[in-house]
C-alpha cells in the first residue's frame, strides 16, 4: 500500500543537501542520511509506492531491489511510528 506525509509534515532541504522532515503538529523532527534523502525522493517521485521506489533505487544504486525493499521497509515503518507518514488506501 502507497504511503504519503502525514498532514502538516513538510520536508526541508539543508544546506548540506539532505532532508530535514519536519511535522508541524506534532514537533517532530528527523533529519535524514544521503540514503534517506534518496529514499525520500524516491517514494515521492513514485506516490508512494514502495516497490517501485525500490526498483528505481536498486536500479541507480546497481543493487539488488530485494534488498532495497527490505530497506526501504524498515525505514518506512519508523517514519510510520514517528507520525511523519501514513498508508493510503
Not at 502507497?2 to 532532508?19: E, Q, W
Not at 535524514?32 to 513514485?46: E, F, N, P, Y
Given at each position: 500500500?502507497?504511503?504519503?506525509?502525514?498532514?502538516?509534515?513538510?520536508?526541508?532541504?539543508?544546506?548540506?543537501?539532505?532532508?530535514?522532515?519536519?511535522?508541524?503538529?506534532?514537533?517532530?523532527?528527523?533529519?535524514?542520511?544521503?540514503?534517506?534523502?534518496?529514499?525520500?525522493?524516491?517514494?515521492?517521485?513514485?506516490?508512494?509506492?514502495?516497490?517501485?521506489?525500490a526498483?528505481?533505487?536498486?536500479?541507480?544504486?546497481?543493487?539488488?531491489?530485494?534488498n532495497?525493499?527490505?530497506?526501504?521497509?524498515?525505514?518506512?515503518?519508523?517514519?510510520?511510528?514517528?507520525?511523519?507518514?501514513?498508508?493510503?488506501?
Amino acid at each position: 500500500m502507497p504511503v504519503k506525509p502525514t498532514a502538516g509534515v513538510t520536508a526541508v532541504l539543508r544546506g548540506d543537501g539532505r532532508l530535514e522532515l519536519v511535522s508541524s503538529t506534532t514537533g517532530i523532527r528527523m533529519r535524514c542520511d544521503t540514503v534517506g534523502t534518496a529514499m525520500w525522493i524516491a517514494l515521492r517521485q513514485h506516490g508512494g509506492d514502495i516497490e517501485t521506489a525500490a526498483r528505481t533505487l536498486a536500479g541507480a544504486w546497481q543493487t539488488d531491489a530485494t534488498n532495497i525493499r527490505a530497506d526501504l521497509d524498515l525505514w518506512v515503518d519508523e517514519l510510520c511510528d514517528a507520525g511523519l507518514v501514513g498508508a493510503t488506501p
